[in-house]
């Protein structure tokens, strides 16, 4: 198993340009999720996915868009970059988020974005 | 709103000593807590979950407790390595919503 991939692993972008950071898993998860990993805050929900065709706002979604069409992908859209979206992006996959031990999640090796 | 709070004072010591980290909670009470890793970069790692019902559980040289009545969790590594030095993230859920700790940096001393 790959577990969850994620690309590009880095990435530089100028004001105002849209991209999509990709993420995938091949264990059969339900539950994905997108953090943004920033100096002294921690990992911060931005979205997350209960099953494919299911999207929900994490803590900090505005700016990012998600979609759900299979169980495997689950790629993240940033419609139009700004400075404060500079951040490490991590992808990660769990079998549920209902509470229990299924609750462990696997995450992807990042992407480091930085916004001009 | 419910928060996952660690110190985030890095916290160094010397090798074979026991490392104790501490998580505490506030305005919810979590059915259970995670433990992660998480090395320089690269994404964090799944170490152990503790219920609220579990007093303690171990795994090796870890040991993680949970006191729902000071709404805190301490996570220790005894006979510490070098090769434990690394972040160490606390997490729970609530309502399909994950939320972490903003993580202890160890550093282990030879």
């Known amino acids: 198993n790959a577990g969850v991939t994620q690309t590009p692993k880095f990435q530089v972008l100028k004001t105002g340009q849209s991209m999509t950071l990709q993420c995938a898993q091949d264990?059969?998860?339900?539950?994905m999720s997108w953090y943004r990993q920033d100096p002294g805050m921690g990992l911060r929900l931005i979205h997350y996915s209960v099953g494919a065709g299911i999207t929900d706002q994490g803590e900090v979604p505005n700016g990012y868009n998600v979609s759900r069409s299979t169980t495997e992908d689950f790629p993240l859209r940033l419609l139009s970059a700004a400075p404060s979206q500079t951040s490490v992006y991590f992808c990660a996959s769990s079998y549920t988020a209902s509470g229990g031990a299924r609750d462990e999640q696997f995450f992807g090796p990042g992407t480091r974005l930085t916004v001009l | 709103s419910q928060k996952i709070e660690q110190n985030s004072e890095a916290l160094n010591i010397q090798e074979g000593k026991t490392a104790t980290l501490t998580c505490n909670y506030t305005?919810?009470?979590?059915?259970?807590l995670q433990w992660y890793r998480q090395d320089p970069g690269r994404g964090p790692v799944f170490l152990l979950l503790?219920?609220?019902?579990?007093k303690e559980k171990r795994k090796e040289r870890l040991k993680v407790t949970f006191d729902t009545t000071l709404k805190q969790s301490l996570f220790h590594i005894t006979a510490s390595q070098p090769a434990d030095s690394a972040t160490y993230l606390c997490?729970?859920?609530?309502?399909?919503?994950?939320?972490f700790g903003t993580g202890t940096s160890l550093t282990v001393i030879p």
């Open positions: 997490a729970s859920n609530t309502g399909n919503q994950f939320y």
């Open positions: 264990m059969n998860h339900e539950y």
């Open positions: 503790i219920r609220e019902n579990e």
């Open positions: 305005n919810y009470s979590p059915a259970y």
